[in-house]
Structures are given as C-alpha cells and as structure tokens.
C-alpha cells in the first residue's frame, strides 16, 4: 500500500527566508508525486507534480520540489517565502495502477513579517 | 478555468438523516472523488469513479454511498447520518489516467448533530 509521510506538523519561517516542507513517500512502482496548497476555508489547489524526468520541479508562486528517489523524498521549497504563503500543505503519492491519490497530513506553514 | 463546484458550503443534518452531497465539474474530466478532510488526518478517500455508472470504494467508504449517472456529476450519499460523519467533505476531479492533478471544489462542512 502506498503512503506519504509529512514529519512537521507546523513550519515557521521569516519573510524573505527560504522554507522547506518535507514529504516521504512510499509507493510500489514509479512515484506520481505532488503537492497541493489550501487556504483557509477553502479546497486545495494544485501547486506541482513530478511525474518523470528532471528531479527539480518548478510550480506555482515560485514552489519548487526535488524528488531523491533514492531517499523516497519530495520536498517543497521556495527561496524566500512571503506571508502570504501561510496556508496549510500538503503531499500526494498516486498509485500508478488503480489512479487513487493518498495524501499526507498536512503542515501548516506560517510565514512572520 | 477548471471549476468543480460543490452546491452546498455549510450543512447541518440530524442523527439519521439522509444526506446528499452534490458535485458537478465543468471540464468534462472522466475521473471524479470524493474524500473527507478531518484535522490531523489529512484527507481520505471516500469513493472514486473512472467513469459514468461506475464507482469504486477508497479507503473509508462505510456509511456512504455515490451515484454518478452523468460524467459531470459525482454525489456523495450518507444514507443515515452519523456525528461521526461530521467533517469537511471535498469533491474533486481529473483527467483520464494517473499523472493527472486534482481539481478541487471549495468543501462542503457537515455538522451533524
């Protein structure tokens, strides 16, 4: 069975300083990876994927995310976070056979002027 | 834009009440799901549907039920509702396949009391 693990619950970074929202994952086969963004009070909305090729992947309002096979990681960054990146977070595996997408539980990340 | 929209933002029903909640996207997007979102259990699917009349079970799919008798169309029916049904529910949709993202409608809150 397929599994994705968010280790921090809660992230908390400065203005203009780099963030990184960790994910491991676990799936059999190729990993279909992704991560979303939800605001308060809303759904979620799509940010990035990586589905094959370069490990660097660039999304939306400046995320980017590297997956490391070898570390079963895919990790979301962004090189200075603003505050109105504060939202809550979070990583998807979807299994490549059945289509299903199983979801980490979530960071919340908050950005301080 | 995609938009899959949700009809109801806010519910609140009875022990025993039945429930539907309904989903319809625009896009013409072949798979559809339904999970329910629960603080610090991330998201969880319900049931998914690859196509029109067809329905499979995801992880958590006991005391609900889902028709799709139209391919923009995904409903989610809570046969008697329980309080422990209370939650976010949130409907999405995608592309035929797997590397697809999810399209994500704005939630529907259920309380039941």
């Known amino acids: 069975a397929q599994s994705v693990a968010q280790p921090e619950d809660q992230v908390n970074v400065a203005e203009g300083n780099p963030l990184t929202v960790k994910c491991t994952y676990s799936?059999?086969?190729?990993?279909?990876l992704f991560w979303y963004v939800q605001y308060p009070n809303r759904g979620l909305q799509f940010l990035l994927k990586y589905i094959t090729g370069d490990n660097l992947v660039k999304g939306s309002y400046g995320f980017e995310a590297e997956f490391n096979k070898s570390q079963t990681s895919f990790h979301l960054k962004k090189p200075s976070a603003l505050v109105s990146d504060s939202a809550l977070y979070f990583c998807?595996?979807?299994?490549?056979?059945?289509?299903?997408?199983?979801f980490g539980d979530g960071t919340t990340l908050t950005v301080k002027p | 834009d995609v938009k899959v929209t949700q009809s109801s933002r806010y519910l609140v029903k009875r022990t025993g009440e039945k429930v539907f909640l309904e989903c319809v996207q625009d896009?013409?997007?072949?798979?559809m799901f339904w999970y329910r979102q629960d603080p610090g259990l991330g998201l969880r699917l319900i049931y998914f549907?690859?196509?029109?009349?067809?329905?499979e079970k995801g992880d958590i799919p006991e005391g609900y039920s889902v028709s799709r008798e139209k391919k923009e169309r995904f409903s989610l029916i809570l046969e008697s509702a329980s309080t422990n049904q209370t939650s976010m529910y949130l409907c999405?949709?995608?592309?035929?396949?797997?590397?697809?993202?999810?399209?994500f409608g704005e939630g529907s809150r259920l309380t039941v009391l």
């Open positions: 549907s690859y196509d029109v009349k067809m329905k």
């Open positions: 999405a949709s995608s592309l035929f396949g797997v590397t697809g993202e999810l399209f």
């Open positions: 896009m013409d997007h072949e798979n």
């Open positions: 998807a595996v979807r299994d490549p056979n059945a289509g299903k997408s199983t």
């Open positions: 799936v059999s086969g190729n990993p279909y």
